[in-house]
């Protein structure tokens, strides 16, 4: 729970972060270069403040991997179509991949036991509903074939 409270707080940040640079981005349609010096002026401000909001967004990007890499936890992030998207060290070797291994694997086809993929479709029907999915405890499939 600790660690979901750490992510949300994080991925807020980042978010917030990201609203603030399209906000700087939309007021570059409004600047009027016929008064150059002091509309450059305006713009490089503009722009500096963008690359302190791109700063500050991958600041908390890394924060975020690191506090996902050193959990004991497992995490994968996948999408629906089973594309893995991201791994820790933690979920590496709870199915015995390296983490680079794991990115090419498919989260139905390779990972999942056949077992479980009826019981995870069911879930995943309720969250695209807007109904919570977790928390969810299974097995997953060893790179040496046990679960």
């Known amino acids: 729970m600790f660690i979901f409270i750490i992510f949300r707080l994080l991925t ?3 978010f917030n972060k990201i609203n603030q640079i399209t906000t700087h981005v939309s007021e570059y349609s409004n600047i ?13 401000k503009h722009i ?16 975020l991997h690191e506090l996902l890499d050193t959990t004991l936890i ?9 594309t893995v998207k991201y791994v820790n060290p933690a979920f590496a070797k709870i199915i015995g991949y390296p983490i680079e291994s794991i990115l090419t694997l498919n989260y139905w086809q390779n990972i999942t036991i056949e ?11 309720k969250l695209q509903i807007g109904e919570r999915y977790g928390p969810l405890e299974k097995e997953y499939q060893h790179k040496d074939g046990y679960y």
């Open 115 to 125: 077992v479980n993929i009826k019981k995870e479709q069911k879930r995943l029907q």
């Open 74 to 82: 497992g995490l994968c992030l996948w999408r629906l179509d089973g």
């Open 32 to 44: 009027n270069l016929k008064n150059t010096p002091s509309n450059l002026f305006e713009l490089n």
């Open 48 to 63: 500096d403040s963008l690359t302190y909001s791109y700063k500050e967004i991958r600041s908390k990007r890394d924060e």
């Open 12 to 14: 807020t940040q980042i």
